[in-house]
C-alpha cells in the first residue's frame, strides 16, 4: 500500500478505520465469544483507544506482532494459550478484510465443528497457469477446480496451534495456515466466500472498498 504516515488497516473509510469494521463482524456475533488482536507493535496503544472509542469489547489482548505473517499468527495463537481450550473453535482473519458477514462467520463455524476445519474460498474468474520458472507455462488446471484461499480460516484450536508449533519448529513459514495445513497432511474443507471478500492490499483495493461501501449504504437508504 506505501502508506508512510499509517499502517493500512488504520486508514479510515467515512472517519472509521478499517480495522474496526473487520473487527465489528466479531463483535457482534453471538457464537464468538473473544478476540485476540495481533498489532503493528507502534500503534498498539492507537488500537486500544480504537477499541475502547468504539465499544469493541470482546477483545482479550492485543499482541504486537511478528516479521512475517505466519509470525503474527503464531504470536496470536500462542497467547491464546491462557484462556483456549483445545475444543474451541478459532478463526483466522485478516484485519484489512473488512467486506465479510455474519453468514460467513456462522458457516466457518459450523463446518469447523462438523469436518474438523474451513477454509474460506471463491472460484477464480480467469484461467490460471502453473509455471516452474516464470518464463514457460507447465500447466493450465481447468478452471472449474481452481479456487483462491481467502478468510476466515477456522480450524479446532488444539489442532492449529499443533501446526504451527510444528512449523515454527521446523523452520517453515506459511503463505497462510491453509498453506501450513497442507504442507502437514491436514485434510482441508472449503467454505464458499460471500461477494466482495475482499483484502486492501494496494491503493486500487481502497477505493474498490470505498466504492463498495458507498454502494451499500446507497442500498440502505433508498431501498434498492
Known amino acids: 500500500m506505501n502508506t508512510r504516515s499509517k499502517p493500512k488497516q488504520f486508514l479510515e473509510l467515512h472517519g472509521k478505520p478499517i480495522i474496526i469494521y473487520t473487527l465489528e463482524h466479531f463483535q457482534n456475533h453471538p457464537l464468538v ?3 485476540v488482536v495481533v498489532c503493528v507493535e507502534g500503534w498498539i496503544e492507537t488500537l486500544r483507544k480504537l477499541l475502547k472509542d468504539y465499544g ?9 506482532g511478528g516479521a512475517t505473517g505466519h509470525d503474527s499468527i503464531y504470536l496470536g495463537l500462542n497467547d491464546m494459550k491462557a484462556f483456549a481450550c483445545p ?6 482473519h485478516d484485519g484489512v478484510r473488512p467486506l465479510i458477514t455474519s453468514e460467513l462467520i456462522t458457516q466457518n463455524i459450523q463446518t469447523a465443528k462438523m ?6 474460498v471463491e472460484g477464480v474468474r480467469e484461467s490460471v497457469v502453473r509455471s516452474s520458472n516464470g518464463a ?3 500447466d493450465v488446471p481447468p478452471r472449474d477446480d481452481m ?13 492449529i496451534f499443533s501446526a504451527y508449533q ?9 503463505i497462510d495456515s491453509a498453506h501450513l495445513c497442507h504442507k502437514y497432511g491436514i485434510p482441508l474443507h472449503m467454505v464458499k466466500s460471500t461477494q466482495n471478500n475482499m483484502k486492501i492490499t494496494d491503493p486500487a483495493d481502497y477505493y474498490i472498498l470505498r466504492a463498495l461501501y458507498d454502494a ?3 442500498e440502505q437508504i433508498w431501498g434498492l
Open 166 to 174: 510444528r512449523g515454527q519448529e521446523d523452520g517453515f513459514k506459511s
Open 115 to 120: 469436518l474438523g476445519n474451513a477454509i474460506t
Open 216 to 218: 451499500m449504504e446507497n
Open 87 to 92: 475444543d474451541d473453535i478459532v478463526l483466522i
Open 33 to 35: 465469544g473473544g478476540i
Open 147 to 159: 479456487y483462491i484461499a481467502k478468510a476466515p480460516q477456522t480450524f479446532f484450536f488444539r489442532d
Open 136 to 138: 514457460k507455462i507447465d
Open 56 to 64: 469493541i469489547s470482546k477483545v482479550r489482548s492485543v499482541v504486537p
